[in-house]
């Protein structure tokens, strides 16, 4: 089913209490976050930003954006104002802001692809030597009331789709080798190094730019995962193994969300047809932290 159409380059679902939904368009005649109603038949700008990508929603329902054109976090209001919050690390200015996630202390962790867009996708085309661009991809920590961001990890290929897990630890993505990395949780504190969990490219997979994006967790421990460029969300087991792969309509999906519980669906953000598709899954998703800080979080 499609829920939504002529979205235009559609990043970072988010179902919102009352059952509307939050997404991005990226594209540069739009560049902005979008608001949909429940059943997807009416859409309103709340903010143009440039080019937005991730997008999460805290507690008291301010929305914070991984904004890549100018490289930042921001935090916007329903009604459309905006404030930055972060633009550098120590001094070291943002890259490419690509997803995030609220942990259970409290805090955004914020994935960095680790290069400015424009040096592998010029006027919006990757390169077709997009694999001999140097990555540094990272992955941040930021305190959303003071802005403080402190580096958690560097180095990775492409940093994407990020997400905590049923056992606490924080699951990222690498999208030009296609695994999924994990961190272990420790006295309330993500802690490194990462190790492989998983990977989700298909022996058979078409040649060109491809990879994880996206990500979500179910109630059941399953890790869903956006391939871009394959076509599919690939499930992984509690294993780290692929469990099945849902095909969708378009090559590229970029990111996926849960439905609010007892709905057990997934919805799809896909670039090729500028659409949200939506797919009926076993059970709902994992509860996801939103701001508030779990009273055992340093366990």
Known sequence: MVFAADLLDPEGPVAMPDGSWLFVEGAAERGCVTHASADGGSRRIVKKTGRPNGLTVDAEEAIWVAESKTPSLLRLTLAGEAQVIATDCDGEPFLFPNDLCFGPDGAIYLTDS???????????????????????????????????????????????????????????????????????????????????????????????????????????????????????????????????????????????????????????????NAQVEVFSVDCDGLKLWDGRVRVDSTR
């Open 114 to 272: 680790g290069v400015f867009i424009d040096s592998f996708a010029p006027s919006g085309k990757i390169r077709s030597d997009y694999m001999s661009v140097e990555y540094d991809g990272r992955v941040y920590r930021v305190d959303p009331h003071t802005g403080a961001v402190s580096l958690i990890d560097r180095g990775i290929c492409f940093t994407n789709g990020i997400a905590f897990g049923p056992d606490d630890r924080l699951y990222v993505n690498e999208t030009l080798t296609g695994n999924i990395y994990r961190y272990g949780w420790r006295d309330g504190k993500v802690s490194a190094p990462r190790e492989l969990y998983g990977n989700v490219i298909r022996p058979d997979a078409p040649p060109g730019w491809k990879g994880p994006d996206g990500m979500a967790f179910d109630e059941a421990g399953l890790l869903y995962v956006a391939v871009f460029g394959q076509g599919d969300v690939t499930v992984l087991g509690r294993d780290g193994n692929v469990a099945r792969r849902i095909e969708t309509q378009g090559r590229l999906p970029t990111n996926i969300a849960f439905a609010l519980p007892g709905k057990r669906a997934i919805y799809v953000t896909e670039y090729q």
